[in-house]
């Protein structure tokens, strides 16, 4: 197996681009491509799974321990032949500008990746070996296995980067990319449109496969160093306990990978639905998982679909449990606002308006602790989560809040989230692996509520 951490040397340079064009062209060539993304971000992580033809899955060393990351990747790595791991902005940025907690560069050596570092060339010529040589140069434990100039203006832009480059450093160039629209994605406010909305995947797919076949030295990645055959294993499952229902949609796709995984670990069959296109919930549910998306941008038609939101309010009157994040909990509100003014309808499971900004509401990491028991958790569990929103929720009745949250980037301490019953919502994308228990939990909760169910039938 070959592994390798694509990062580069800031936010915005290509780290994407190359990592989704390195997962079509491996893959394309017959091998078994894993991908991973660090960082607590969905929609590279989408885009990666369609490309690999792999769940990918999520590396943070800020949100998880050392040896969460190391199971994660192991979990993935099983079976593969080529793992490609993207990183998140620049190689060395975190979560302070004091130490490298929550970069790519301690996932690259946590995990004995070699880098292929990505650079932006488009306004450069030799002051880009000046930062070539400080990035080999910063940390010494770190190991580059080449390095990809992005943006390239032609062939002479690319012999004066390259004469540059080899008088200066030992790392070797892999390729130049020029500008391509065929491998572009389009953006919007939480970042890339998701993989869901690509018209035409397999064409993309070609188009990124041919990109880095003509443009990148795939077979000297090939001919490079395996990786540690201990970082790669499965997973047992135990027996199916409850069958859990996810949504899955254009406008619920933001999943830790691994939550799913660690909750079919605990004993869930999970069974997937679509509020926007189907007419009800699943027969046969014992809880629902309402992931976070993009509820606004589907508003009208998630209002108009009647069927399935009485399907929704009749399994809440159950007492069965839902877990909703920050877009499921946008759903199970009384109303949402968009931008334009337009007000919509929604579930009306919790007293809540849902009212979209123009700006990031309260983002980043955040610490959370369980401010009183519910099905996911006992009172005084801790958590580490992520938020990162483009709303406000606005309480329109009694409710208790869940959690108490100090918020890593702000220090902003307060309490958050909403518990009705054993319906639980928040802004936060909870990862279930800093805290095994909660996947456990939500696992045994909803079977001791099948059974008395049950009992009373």
């Keep these: 197996m070959k592994a390798f951490l694509i990062a580069g040397t800031a936010s915005g340079v290509g780290k994407t681009t190359v990592s989704l064009a390195l997962c079509a062209a491996f893959r394309g060539r017959g091998l078994r491509v894993q991908a991973y993304k660090c960082g607590p971000d969905f929609l590279d992580t989408g ?16 949100m998880l321990d050392q040896q969460s990351n190391r199971e994660i ?23 302070s500008g004091g130490g490298e907690k929550g970069s790519a560069a301690e996932i690259a050596k946590l995990l004995s990746l070699p880098v292929i570092l990505v650079l932006d060339a488009s306004k450069s010529a030799r002051s880009l070996a000046a930062v070539v ?8 434990q770190l190991r580059f296995a080449g390095l990809v100039l992005n943006k390239v203006a032609g062939e002479s832009h690319f012999r004066l980067l390259r004469d540059a ?18 491998v572009a994605i389009p953006e919007r406010h939480l970042g890339l449109r998701t993989a869901d ?16 076949e003509k443009h990148l030295d795939l077979d000297r990645l090939l001919q490079g160093e395996d990786a540690d055959p201990e970082l790669a294993h499965a997973v047992t499952r135990r ?49 629902v998982y309402l992931g976070g998306g993009y509820p606004e941008l589907y508003a009208e038609q998630l209002s108009s679909n009647r069927g399935f939101l009485s399907s929704l309010r009749s399994f809440a009157k159950s007492g069965r449990p839902i877990y909703a994040e920050c877009g ?17 309808p929604m579930a009306s499971v919790l007293p809540l308006r849902i009212e979209m900004t123009d700006r ?24 580490r989560t992520h938020s990162f929103h483009y709303s406000r929720a606005i309480p329109t009745g009694e409710l208790a809040a869940p959690f108490r949250a100090h918020y890593s980037l702000s220090g902003l301490n307060d309490s958050e989230g909403c518990l009705l019953g054993n319906v639980l919502g928040s802004y936060f994308h909870l990862h279930f692996a800093g805290n095994r228990s909660i996947a456990a939990a939500f696992v045994q909760t909803a079977e001791a509520i099948k059974h008395s169910l049950t009992e009373l039938v």
């Design 133 to 140: 040589h400080g990035f080999e140069s910063f940390d010494p």
């Design 73 to 95: 990747f192991a979990r993935g790595a099983a079976e593969a032949d080529i793992v490609i791991v993207e990183g998140m902005m620049g190689l060395f940025d975190g979560v």
């Design 239 to 287: 027996e199916v306990r409850i069958t859990l229902g996810i949504a899955r949609d254009p406008a619920f796709c933001f999943y830790y990978q691994d939550n799913l995984d660690l909750l079919e670990a605990a004993g869930a069959k999970i069974v997937a639905f679509s509020p926007l296109n189907d007419s009800a919930l699943p027969p046969g549910l014992d809880a």
């Design 197 to 212: 909305e690509e018209s035409s995947p397999g064409e993309k797919t070609r188009s990124f496969a041919g990109f880095a």
């Design 165 to 182: 480059i080899r008088s200066t450093s030992r790392t070797p160039l892999l390729g130049w990319l020029p500008r391509e629209e065929a």
């Design 360 to 383: 990031l509401v309260r983002f980043g990491y955040v610490e959370v602790e369980f401010a009183q028991d519910c099905f996911l958790a006992k009172k005084g569990t801790e958590a």
């Design 47 to 62: 885009h990666l799974s369609a490309i690999s033809g792999r769940a990918a899955k999520n590396l943070d060393t800020w």
């Design 328 to 344: 499921g909990m946008m759903y199970l509100a009384e109303e949402l606002r968009t931008r334009e003014g337009h007000a919509f």
